[in-house]
T-cell receptor, first 113, second 115 residues
Framework: AQSVTQLDSHVSVSEGTPVLLRCNYS??????LFWYVQHPNKGLQLLLK??????LVKGINGFEAEFKKSETSFHLTKPSAHMSDAAEYFC???????????FGAGTRLTVKP | EPEVTQTPSHQVTQMGQEVILRCVPI?????FYWYRQILGQKVEFLVS????????KSEIFDDQFSVERPDGSNFTLKIRSTKLEDSAMYFC?????????????FGQGTRLTVV
């Protein structure tokens, strides 16, 4: 069985301050891990994905995520938030060589001026 | 850049009516999905489809739902008799394969409103 837990339903930061969106997963096998972003009234856009080449993954718009197998985590970070980062962020897990793709509950990021 | 397209963008239907939501996945992709998102809630898995058959479905995907790939390009979700609680955004996705780190590409969604 596999599942994904996003620890915060809502994160609020000030513009220019760091962002941390937390994601923990459980999977019987080495999983694929992704972060997707959904801006208001828009579809789902891939932000970044974990490749086994490196534990620190760089995505679009300055976001990064670090895969920590010992902690079963894949937290999303950004050094400096921008107003345009305000959106819903979803952590997605898919076991290796498996058709299944499951979403976390999502974290709504609010960026204050 | 190839993309997943969904039509219509918004569908309003009366309770009890049948609706068909349409999706055109990326052409060389092999795995297809439907998800739904009730307003303000999480994205929920409905069904996955591979090699012209359902490979997995959730408890949401009951007998009122069906999927089809009628012509090798379209991938449709049919709801036979819509209920008010079927009102949601429905997302189609496709994936080239299921190997490690292959992402899914999502369409822009169809907003279904059941009145």
């Amino acid at each position: 069985a596999q599942s994904v837990t996003q620890l915060d339903s809502h994160v609020s930061v000030s513009e220019g301050t760091p962002v941390l969106l937390r994601c923990n997963y459980s999977s019987s096998y080495s999983p694929s891990l992704f972060w997707y972003v959904q801006h208001p009234n828009k579809g789902l856009q891939l932000l970044l994905k974990y490749t086994s080449a490196a534990t620190l993954v760089k995505g679009i718009n300055g976001f990064e995520a670090e895969f920590k197998k010992s902690e079963t985590s894949f937290h999303l970070t950004k050094p400096s938030a921008h107003m345009s980062d305000a959106a819903e962020y979803f952590c997605v897990v898919s076991p290796y060589n498996n058709n299944d793709m499951r979403f976390g509950a999502g974290t709504r990021l609010t960026v204050k001026p | 850049e190839p993309e997943v397209t969904q039509t219509p963008s918004h569908q309003v239907t009366q309770m009890g009516q049948e609706v068909i939501l349409r999706c055109v996945p990326i052409s060389n992709h092999l795995y297809f999905y439907w998800y739904r998102q009730i307003l303000g809630q999480k994205v929920e898995f409905l069904v996955s489809f591979y090699n012209n058959e359902i490979s997995e479905k959730s408890e949401i995907f009951d007998d009122q739902f069906s999927v089809e790939r009628p012509d090798g390009s379209n991938f449709t979700l049919k709801i036979r008799s819509t209920k008010l609680e079927d009102s949601a955004m429905y997302f189609c996705a496709s994936r080239m394969d299921r190997s490690l780190n292959t992402e899914a590409f999502f369409g822009q969604g169809t907003r279904l409103t059941v009145v």
